[in-house]
């Protein structure tokens, strides 16, 4: 089968460098370009990670290029959990050896779309910021779009470890609701499947008797994910953004519903929350599927296939 042409716009954190690794090393998927941009850590920090990571992965022939330092509309407002750094407790990944794209990644986007002789799926899993930029700028190349599948949004309080927002969307509400208008096929991963995929026991245990150079890696960096996550929330690491990548391989990796989703920008409390209306009761037609059930054993045998030698 043909590789999936993949651009990943990312905020490296820990939970992007298990998506750009299972990006580069799973056959399914030609990872094209990625583009980073403000998030869990400033720009020239996220654009940093993303470069160490790849060059960890022996991936230097994939160009980066930096995007958007911050949101589209007002203040940055950084994310707490991967550490000040965006990727703590990673002090072993090398120096880059090659240097990023001399060009905005919202520039630089558009030129991978625009020579592209097919259409790309993008995968964000940090803020839409640059993908609503690339939506305001180049509305003709909207059609060299496959379609996009996202990590972002909550939809249903299951349980009190999901909040009533979701930090991608909170960080730049307005950038999400101009891809939301888009009219492009769109896919939200958001927290109501991701917090499904936690790497508790059985899963270290698993990624430990892989025993390759890289799955070592990722044991480090899970285990420090995890007290980040353990000491906010009580439960393992949610490898939120790796899921999104899968969902490309593997739709059915995801039940979806069919929605339409608005941002609420006006909120004390709910500022940035996804709003679905599943029965067209507002009288909008859908603009996206919502992902509400996973398999996530299906989820971790890809990713363990992908730290495999």
Not at 220 to 229: A, N, P, R, S, V
Request: a negative charge; proline letters at 6%.
């Amino acid at each position: 089968m043909k590789p999936i042409k993949v651009i990943i716009d990312c905020d490296p954190g820990h939970d992007d460098a298990i998506a750009l690794l299972m990006a580069h090393r799973l056959p399914e998927i030609e990872l094209v370009a990625v583009t980073t941009v403000c998030g869990n850590a400033p720009l020239e920090r996220t654009t940093i990670n993303a470069r160490r990571i790849m060059e960890l992965l022996g991936a230097t022939d994939v160009p980066i290029a930096a995007g958007c330092a911050t949101p589209l509309a007002r203040s940055l407002v950084l994310g707490t959990a991967d550490g000040p750094s965006g990727l703590d407790g990673s002090p072993y990944l090398p120096d880059p050896s090659v240097d990023v794209v001399e060009m905005h990644g919202v520039d630089f986007l558009a030129q991978k779309l625009r020579e592209a002789d097919e259409p790309i799926v993008l995968v964000p899993t940090g803020p839409l910021t640059n993908i609503g930029m690339l939506v305001l700028k180049y509305p003709e190349l909207l059609s060299k779009i496959e379609k996009v599948v996202l990590m972002g949004g909550a939809f249903y309080r299951r349980s009190e470890i999901i909040t009533p927002t979701e930090f991608n969307i909170f960080c730049d509400p307005e950038a999400a609701e101009i891809v939301l208008a888009s009219g492009l096929d769109i896919t939200m991963v958001g927290l109501d499947v991701t917090m499904h995929v936690l790497v508790e026991e059985e899963e270290f245990a698993a990624i430990e008797k892989i025993d390759t150079p890289l799955s070592r890696v990722v044991f480090d960096w899970l285990k420090f994910y995890e007290k980040l996550h353990r000491g906010q929330m009580g439960i393992g690491g949610a490898l939120h953004d790796p899921l999104a990548l899968a969902v490309v391989i593997n739709p059915g990796l995801i039940e979806t519903r069919e929605a339409h989703v608005s941002i609420d920008r006006t909120g004390t409390h709910t500022f940035g929350a996804t709003v679905a209306d599943y029965f067209r009761l507002n009288g909008l037609e859908p603009n996206v599927k919502v992902a509400s059930r996973v398999d996530s054993a299906g989820f971790f045998e890809m990713l363990y296939r992908s730290l495999e030698d």
